[in-house]
């Protein structure tokens, strides 16, 4: 297993993290507080090789999560699923990815 630290200063950031990543994965389940349009369509170009093996579980409790960025996964082609506990936060802090064996695209 590789690990690697991705900040929000300096070249490795959150978002060239992710980017990278999800490049070089033939899956993923990302587990978020919340999901944006904006962010959807940051990580679009990574997320459409993969989107039919990627699955998106989010809460809608903290009201962050806009219906079009759903809509917008789900276009994609990913798995969505919304959790929302009645007394308990769901609050994620990291995400998942295979980098297995390369399938031929």
């Known amino acids: 297993m590789d690990v690697e630290m991705i900040t929000t200063r300096g070249e490795n950031t959150l978002l060239a ?3 990278s990543t999800l490049a070089g994965a033939d899956q993923a389940l990302l587990c978020v507080a919340f999901v944006q349009a904006a962010g959807v369509q940051l990580l679009r170009p990574q997320l459409a090789g993969i989107a039919a093996s990627t699955r998106l579980l989010v809460t809608t409790m903290f ?4 219906p079009e960025a759903l809509y917008m996964a789900r276009g994609l082609g990913m798995s969505v699923s919304i959790l929302n506990y009645g007394r308990a936060r769901f609050t994620p802090r990291c995400t998942w ?3 297995g064996p390369r399938r031929s695209r």
Not at 63 to 66: K, R, T, Y
């Open 17 to 19: 993290g992710l980017r």
């Open 63 to 66: 009201g962050q999560s806009s």
């Open 97 to 99: 990815h295979d980098a």
